[in-house]
């Protein structure tokens, strides 16, 4: 055991945020805290570091064991470039090596035994040198940076001119170039593009050190963590395995709870009436029986019901319109920003029913192509189209669609003048704002409470084409789950962006990919688009290694550009299956109608005792059952055709 938190409470005044909090970590374990926004995950976090002290409760460390922590915010302003920055996380080593040198410079000017006392420093220093890694830690560095996603050009950048968001992953560089057997990481996730959480994971995962961390992306727990500890109504759960391993044991655990606890609330009915009954023969035996009854009943261990989480949204999302078919359609399109080129001839297209994730990494354009879409940005050239009956409902990261100087309730009711008073406070109580909340004023939200307020607006809208730009952004995992949900339901059509691969795993039917200024088109989940992209590379690498004499005999075509086409292909077909199968079910439903008609003729009194007309019809009837027995076969092979 490296670190061990045992019966941590603290509040803030008469607000209780941890009671009773307990669990360890082993060495080189990997832990995750998770819980609902507030829940006193930061706050825990703090109390390790002793930047919080509990109320009650200690934390123990192993002995001589360093601790590392990365907060959520960053404020470094001073004048070191990225790369000095996070060096200096090497501050041991680079004193050895500096003394090496020096001590190199001493051996030209001694002599005898001054140099044979230098020559003995000399060794000892160069083999701490190298067990601390010092043949490698220039280039460490160069590695780490380079993994978080900073080119070497911007490795001479100054501190002071960061962003918030790049200071926090040179924090994260900087702590992960130090190395301390304990690693306390405050959403490192935030900041951080689609390749650069992947690097980090495979980082984390490897780590020879004990990890424990705050995050809300599932996908990145579930690929670095082997235990969950959630904090739920201020108490600590644990539970061994990633995240989707604790979120199925938890609903386990809670159904379990539940049918213990109806269980026992049945018993306690049954022993009442029991014992009323009994009272109500009003016999001496009887009443004896009852209170003994009543007896053990009073020393019953009664179960509380197992707790709701104690605010949850509730989003429902429904189209009143049916679009057409066609929802978008996007061709040659071109975006530059003075020389930076964004991208170039997009072309792609969005149908009814789909619901579609842009990805890549970031500054590729991602939002700048939702705004252009949205009519919010210009393109340079190329054309967007929408199909018939499309309204778009459209969710901006920044929302900028709110108004700051209004109130929460002035933003609905001004965007919904139809709406009375009552139905706006139920819906904004629908999603967290309840009494005087809602007169909040917009610009004083937080990001996490601007989005509900977006999300409010989106889902009284008559949409029927959601365009997202990072819906989960400042969500915590039960409100990404809420959401999911509602997408997944929703039978309109969505395109959206986001970094969150757990919730485009569960929502996403196709994934465009912005990559080298082109998209390209995966008909899958995210999984799927892993797995595609793997198998692409590897063929790339393939490709490669073959001799530039063997590749000549003919011109290929570059394999994202093939998949786009094998995509185009695979849609185009489903689409043809798909109607031929809808065509043989009219078919269907034609020809049972033609052998009702025919029962219904031959019904007649007057047909009844006409053989000759009775033998037509039963002529017509078997060649209508012959042929939708043939309709029956055909519409069955269709349907095996798109199930494969």
């Not at 669990?23 to 825990?44: C, M, R, W």
């Not at 016999?283 to 004896?288: G, T």
């Not at 997408?487 to 485009?504: A, E, Q, W």
Request: charged residues 30%.
């Amino acid at each position: 055991m490296i670190l061990s938190c045992q019966n941590i409470s603290k509040s803030f005044g008469t607000d209780e945020v941890l009671k009773d909090i307990q669990f360890h970590i082993e060495a080189n374990e990997k832990a995750a805290i998770v819980g609902v926004n507030g829940a006193g995950k930061s706050t825990l976090l703090k109390i390790i570091m002793q930047e919080e002290t509990a109320d009650e409760g200690q934390v123990v460390l192993a002995k001589d064991a360093t601790i590392g922590y990365l907060a959520q915010y960053q404020d470094i302003s001073h004048d070191a470039t990225i790369y000095e920055e996070v060096l200096s996380a090497r501050e041991e080593v680079l004193r050895i090596e500096e003394r090496l040198k020096g001590m190199e410079t001493e051996m030209s000017q001694k002599s005898g035994r001054q140099l044979e006392e230098l020559l003995e420093e000399y060794h000892r220093c160069n083999d701490a040198f190298e067990r601390m890694g010092g043949g490698a830690y220039r280039s460490e560095v160069s590695g780490v940076l380079k993994g978080l996603g900073f080119s070497e050009e911007e490795f001479g950048k100054r501190m002071r001119e960061l962003s918030g968001g790049q200071k926090t992953r040179v924090s994260l560089g900087k702590l992960l170039v130090r190395r301390p057997d304990v690693l306390l990481l405050d959403e490192p996730t935030n900041h951080l593009d689609m390749d650069s959480i992947q690097w980090l994971e495979g980082f984390l995962s490897g780590y020879k050190g004990a990890v424990l961390l705050v995050a809300h992306d599932r996908y990145f727990l579930d690929r670095v963590v082997t235990k969950v500890v959630e904090i739920f109504r201020h108490r600590s759960y644990v539970y061994q395995g990633n995240y989707t391993d604790f979120a199925q044991k938890k609903e386990r655990l809670r159904e379990e709870q539940l049918r213990r606890y109806y269980n026992q609330q049945r018993e306690i009915r049954h022993q009442e009436e029991v014992i009323a009954k009994l009272k109500s023969f009003n016999r001496e035996k009887s009443v004896k029986r009852a209170e003994s009854r009543e007896r053990m009943l009073e020393k019953v261990d009664r179960m509380e019901k197992p707790a709701e989480e104690s605010a949850e949204l509730h989003i429902v999302l429904e189209p009143d319109v049916l679009s057409g078919n066609d929802v978008l359609s996007v061709r040659s399109l071109a975006k530059a920003f003075g020389d930076q080129k964004l991208f170039s001839d997009l072309s792609f297209e969005v149908r009814r029913g789909e619901r579609v994730a842009l990805i890549g990494s970031n500054g590729t354009g991602k939002t700048t192509l939702l705004k252009i879409i949205n009519g919010l940005a210009a393109a340079d050239s190329g054309s967007i189209a929408l199909g018939a009956n499309v309204h778009v409902g459209y969710y901006d990261q920044e929302h900028q669609l709110l108004h700051a100087e209004k109130t929460i309730f002035e933003e609905i009711a001004d965007a919904y003048p139809q709406l009375n008073n009552t139905r706006i406070r139920n819906v904004l109580a629908a999603f967290l704002f309840t009494d005087d909340d809602v007169f909040k004023r917009i610009g004083d939200l937080s990001g996490g409470e601007r989005g509900r307020v977006s999300l409010a607006k989106l889902m009284l809208s008559d949409a029927n084409f959601l365009i997202l730009d990072e819906p989960t952004n400042h969500l915590d995992i039960n409100s990404k789950e809420i959401l999911e949900a509602a997408l997944v339901r929703y039978t309109g059509t969505v395109l959206f962006v986001s970094h969150d691969r757990y919730f485009i795993n569960r929502t996403a039917t196709r994934i465009l990919e912005l990559t080298g200024q082109t998209l390209v088109s995966y008909l899958g989940n995210y999984d799927y688009y892993l797995e595609k992209r793997e198998a692409q590379r590897t063929a790339s690498a393939a490709a490669e290694a073959i001799p530039a004499s063997g590749r000549a005999g003919a011109e290929q075509e570059p394999l994202a550009k093939q998949d786009w086409q094998q995509q185009k292909a695979r849609q185009a077909r489903i689409r043809k299956l798909e109607n031929d199968r809808n065509r043989m079910e009219a078919q269907i439903a034609e020809l049972e109608a033609q052998i009702a008609a025919i029962d219904a003729e031959c019904a007649k009194p007057e047909v009844a005792t006409n053989s000759a007309r009775l033998g037509e019809l039963s002529g017509q009837q078997e060649e209508c059952r012959a042929k939708l027995e043939e309709c029956y076969e055909a519409w069955e092979a269709l349907s095996l055709e798109l199930e494969g």
